[in-house]
């Protein structure tokens, strides 16, 4: 699959739910591996933020972006947008301190992104598969984030309050393009015992009964909602019974949850990345829904590039017999069993190390283990057949080494294991020269990776 971007930019505009102020923002296509970026128009030098969970600041009823003294915040709702439309790159422009609020929902993003349409770029999605359960807790609040292997992204969310309106509700989304008709309408909702805490502390300047549901669920006489009401510059209404408060029908009787949804959407956005997998999150908020995200971004920080996938029941994309048409080397060079997977920029090869393979005895008789150079060797024969694979009758051309650089070994391959070489284009393909970047994977870890230019070359 490939990247996508915004096909035309769009704007919203409105005032934002802490300030109160109007803002515009601008949803601009962005360049491959560009991923989230906000920019501050309004500050000298027209900051720039990426939209990453390491640069989470605060999560105090949203989420907030923060660069030095930069900040943004109100950030998920368009987020958890974009990335259900599977939007990969996009800038956005900001000429205040947070996104605009509109009906305190994703609607408004969701739409605009339908009406200017999406288009695919040229590199590869780099999906963050879960390949075994993660798990983040808060044992303070009871909240948690639990992550396990599935072939797509979906997520299950539970949520209970101590209120008598809103006990327990829970609200699902199992294919990521139902978002906009079942999820993205659903509004932020605040309790009426919370707002002068949050009129105190700056935090809903914008809120009214337009970009909010209000849930009544502690008693209070009338004079004290129409001295909130007051506060919050909106007009008073009269209340006699505890339930939600709001300008419009609910768009489902477990809205709140739907919207706790896409919250958790919009922070698991801040990865950077898409991911597969099955999230369940029960009382979830921005603080465990951003530890989360800040949870896999140090794993992407630590190893650049994810382990393939590699099931040995699944049909090769070249088996041994088609290798040996294309690549001319035989035993005991020959050295890739199988290619896997295969796109346009990158490929996937297999190489199973033995006990009887020739070069043990003599490296090392009692401690066998593969030498370096013949890694990357394997390496150079996975990348050859990406690069044979860019020719007609590929079975006429050879490639040959022209350069090595950046060689690291990370630990011994040793009889036993299972090597996955991945192998990816790092410039294109220029007169019969290629730029690779490769990786050697035992499990989950890499052993070994190299950078190498090559030439192909037709036999004679």
């Known amino acids: 699959m490939k990247q996508v971007t915004l096909q035309a930019p769009f704007t919203v505009n409105g005032k934002g739910l802490h300030t109160g102020k109007v803002i515009t923002a601008e949803f601009l296509p962005a360049p491959d591996n560009t991923g989230y970026k906000v920019q501050r128009t309004d500050l000298e030098g027209e900051p720039v933020i990426d939209a990453l969970a390491e640069n989470v600041s605060s999560t105090n009823r949203g989420t907030v972006l923060s660069k030095g003294d930069v900040s943004v915040s109100t950030i998920e709702h368009s987020l958890a947008a974009l990335y259900a439309a599977g939007v990969d790159n996009c800038l956005i422009r900001l000429d205040g301190p947070e996104m ?101 502390g700056n ?63 919009g922070d698991l956005a801040l990865i950077g990345r898409p991911l597969k997998g099955k999230v369940i999150a029960t009382r979830p908020g921005h603080a465990i829904n951003t530890t989360f995200a800040k949870k896999i971004r140090k794993e992407i920080k630590r190893q650049d590039i994810q382990a393939p996938v590699y099931d040995p029941n699944k049909e090769p994309v070249m088996d041994n017999n088609r290798i040996r048409e294309l690549l001319p080397h035989r035993y005991p060079m020959l050295l890739v069993d199988k290619i896997i997977e295969k796109g346009d920029n990158y490929i996937v090869g297999v190489k199973n190390i033995t006990a009887n393979e020739p070069f043990f005895p003599g490296h090392f008789p009692q401690e066998p283990v593969l030498p370096g150079v013949l890694q990357i060797e394997a390496m150079a024969q996975t990348g050859g057949l990406l690069v044979l694979s860019t020719v007609e009758d590929p079975e006429r051309y050879s490639t040959y080494f022209m350069k090595i650089d950046n060689v690291k070994f990370r630990q011994k391959v040793v009889p036993g294991d299972t090597l996955i070489f991945h192998l990816s284009f790092m410039t294109e393909l220029r007169r019969g020269c290629a730029v690779m970047k490769g990786y050697a994977f035992v499990g989950e870890k890499i052993v070994s990776e190299c950078e190498f230019m090559a030439q192909i070359i037709k036999n004679k």
């Open 100 to 200: 605009p609020i509109l009906d305190g929902s994703a609607k408004v993003f969701c739409e605009k992104i339908a009406e200017v349409g999406v288009v695919q770029q040229k590199a590869d999605k780099d999906f963050y598969i879960v390949k075994q359960k993660i798990e983040v807790r808060d044992e303070a609040t009871g909240a948690s984030i639990v992550v396990l292997p599935d072939n797509d992204f979906s997520i299950d969310v539970m949520v209970q309050f101590d209120s008598p309106v809103l006990p327990n509700q829970y609200a699902t989304l199992e294919r990521i393009e139902d978002f906009p008709s079942e999820i993205a309408s659903s509004r932020t909702f605040v309790f009426v015992r919370e707002i002068e805490c949050l009129l105190k």
């Open 203 to 265: 935090l809903i300047k914008g809120g009214d009964l337009e970009n909010a549901v209000v849930i009544y669920d502690s008693l209070m006489d009338q004079s004290e909602l129409d001295r909130l009401a007051d506060l919050m510059g909106v007009q008073r209404k009269k209340v006699s019974e505890f339930g939600f408060i709001q300008e419009k029908p609910l768009v489902a009787d477990n809205e709140p949850a739907r919207h706790k949804l896409m919250d958790v959407m």
